[in-house]
């Protein structure tokens, strides 16, 4: 398998869906099999790559994005997904990249109820300032600047009639292992945090990456609102706005 120190992108995927289009696209490809999880090492336009289709949440995103590192040698790490919408102005199809990434579930119950902190730490043991981990600013600024003039497609099925172009936006992720399909979680997520999007595995990748020193992103495109039908918009939305995420993917490839 790939040796260490050449330029090689882990791209790590939780569904069939999220990886399906980037498997279509990979040349060259070779699978391996770890921990259960598929990985298919190729090139995709031109870039050395390995994608990973881990399974949901927090445990077997740190799996794989942990191989991706050690033992296929990814010298970056993307994620490619959907996730559930927080922010009201954003709508399904918009395309978050991860400015900043928190897991919502860790930390502890205190007499006023759960207080999340800095994942690896408690304030009675190890105590931490801050809160997640940011995307490295450089980093943000090639990514800026390579998706200047990308314009997303429209969906095929809009949400809703009229429904404005989708939007590609920066922002607050957060990370936890539950899929939110609750409207007053989702406000409370978005009051709480001012997060934008939701989803299973994000941040745990982060914080894999940052303890190997490898750069990470995590490029969510919303599937659903996170609210009373996100069980039932995931599945009607989630192949096309996996695609148009991965697209994104593509097009970051050579800034990562
Ligand atoms: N991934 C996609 N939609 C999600 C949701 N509503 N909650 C958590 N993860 C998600």
Not at 35 to 52: C, I, K, N, P
Not at 180 to 209: H, K
Request: aromatic share 8%.
């Amino acid at each position: 398998m790939p040796h260490a120190g050449a330029r090689r992108i882990g791209v790590l995927c939780a569904l069939e869906q999220e990886v399906a289009y980037l498997l279509d696209n990979l040349e060259h490809a070779e699978t391996f099999d770890a921990a259960g999880m598929a990985f298919h090492a190729g090139r995709l336009d031109g870039e050395a790559v390995v994608l990973a289709k881990a399974g949901m949440g927090k445990v077997n995103a740190a799996i794989a994005a942990t191989l991706l590192i050690e033992r296929f040698g990814a010298s970056a790490v993307v994620f490619s997904g959907v996730a559930g919408g927080l922010d009201p102005a954003l709508s399904v199809g918009d395309v978050v990249i991860a400015d900043h990434v928190v897991q919502h579930d860790h930390g502890y119950e205190g007499p006023g109820g759960f207080v999340v902190y800095q994942h690896g730490h408690q304030p009675f043991f190890n105590p931490f300032d801050g809160l997640g981990l940011a995307l490295d600013a450089a980093l943000a600024g090639r990514i800026a600047a390579a998706l200047a003039d990308y314009e997303l497609s429209p969906l095929s099925v809009t949400a809703e009639a009229g429904a404005r172009a989708p939007r590609i936006h920066f922002g607050r992720v957060l990370t936890g292992d539950q899929f939110i399909n609750n409207e007053d979680v989702r406000a409370a997520l978005f009051r709480d945090f001012d997060a934008r999007a939701v989803e299973m595995e994000g941040a745990a990748m982060a914080q894999v990456c940052a303890a190997f020193g490898v750069p990470w992103v995590v490029i969510r495109a919303l599937s659903d609102l996170a609210g009373h039908s996100s069980h039932f918009d995931v599945h009607r939305f989630l192949d096309e706005v996996a695609r148009s995420g991965a697209l994104i993917v593509r097009r970051l490839l050579p800034v990562l």
